[in-house]
């Protein structure tokens, strides 16, 4: 039997030092968090640096409790979670520890190694504290504006979700993530702020922290002036077995991303726009499949003089800049445009 892991409490009442490296160094490991708020009969959870290169929102609650610990609305725990992997040099570059799972693929059986039991750990904290609501607070891995991701689609899910972006994506996509297990008892929301080391994805986690906290009912009726734009189900487009990827058109990759590539996130991409250039296996170097895993590559792209450009007009999120996560993860997320939007 493997030990099972436990987050360090950490005591509100000691600062932590003055830089956010330092205060990374200093973490015992996996953190805690529970800061009284000014109703002690409900508790919401935070939890952030799932992933070990997304530091907004650890930089965002270093600000926050240097800045004193303002008193929340309610009950507030923060969790921080892949300390470690956020640790290992080149400090904030590994989304997970090397040879390691990503955690935020962990938070279902099985649970043996070392992320699956951080994972499991994590959710014994929420549901024995049984929160309001759970938020996730991540960074893109290229520049992105920010927006929040659910599983659920609901009145709620827009108004939590309206608090903090303009945009929602809606997946029936099961992962792992924290955000589908924790659903099936919470309302949760992943918020992805912005590129990692952009400045304004370190500010708009400031601005996402400050609201969780202090806003007093999460849930209630969206504003009369709504401007969220819902996405639903988006498809993974992603390098198939044994395919090659680069954004340098010298390594004759099966694939050679647009450098510029990130540049589309949350733009309408419209037939003829070059997206990638393919190789000699052309798109079979690539498998798209919807949530219900039925392939849709044909569907979406098409190849064009030798390159990837969509068939119909898509919006694409989640690009990055970063080649070993297009190749491990995705190159990108598209949703097919809304009729609406196409006319623009
Ligand atoms: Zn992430």
């Excluded at 904290?125 to 893109?140: I, M, Q, R, S």
């Excluded at 520049?143 to 899910?157: K, M, T, W």
């Excluded at 510029?260 to 003829?272: K, M, S, W």
């Excluded at 098409?302 to 190159?331: K, V, W, Y």
Aim: proline content about 8%.
């Amino acid at each position: 039997m493997t030990d099972p892991v436990t987050l360090h409490r950490l005591d509100p009442a000691q600062r932590p030092p003055d830089t956010v490296e330092a205060w990374l160094q200093a973490l015992p490991g996996p953190a805690m968090l529970h800061v009284p708020g000014a109703d002690r009969r409900r508790v919401r959870a935070l939890v952030t640096l799932l992933h070990g290169n997304e530091p907004s929102g650890l930089k965002a609650l270093h600000a926050w409790w240097r800045a004193g610990l303002p008193t929340p609305a309610t009950d507030l725990l923060v969790i921080i979670a892949s300390v470690e992997a956020a640790r290992t040099p080149p400090r904030f570059s590994h989304r997970h520890r090397p040879g390691e799972r990503d955690l935020n693929r962990c938070f279902r059986a099985p649970w043996e190694d070392a992320p699956g039991r951080l994972a499991q750990a994590i959710m014994a904290e929420l549901v024995a504290l049984g929160p309001e609501a759970v938020l996730d607070l991540h960074n893109t891995s290229g520049p992105s504006p920010a927006f929040a991701v659910s599983v659920l689609d609901d009145a709620r899910h827009r108004a939590f979700a309206s608090l903090f972006c303009d945009h929602l994506i809606v997946t029936d996509l099961r992962l792992g993530a924290l955000m589908d297990a924790a659903e099936h008892l919470f309302p949760t929301l992943t918020v992805e702020c912005g590129g990692s080391g952009d400045p304004q994805a370190d500010a708009h986690a400031a601005q996402v922290i400050q609201r969780y906290a202090s806003t007093d009912h999460l849930f209630g009726a969206l504003p009369a002036t709504d401007t969220l734009k819902v996405f639903h189900n988006p498809v993974r487009l992603e390098l198939a077995q044994g395919a090659r990827l680069s954004f340098d058109p010298a390594d004759q990759a099966d694939i050679t991303l647009a450098a510029d590539i990130t540049r589309h996130n949350f733009d309408l991409c419209r037939p003829g726009d070059v997206l990638a250039a393919l190789g000699p296996h052309g798109l079979n170097a690539l498998v798209a499949r919807d949530h219900r895993g039925r392939p849709v590559l044909q569907e979406l792209f098409a190849a064009q003089e030798g390159n990837l450009t969509p068939r119909q007009p898509l919006h694409l999120f989640m690009a990055t800049a970063r080649a070993d996560i297009a190749a491990s993860d995705c190159l990108f997320y598209v949703a097919p445009a809304a009729r609406q939007d196409v006319r623009q």
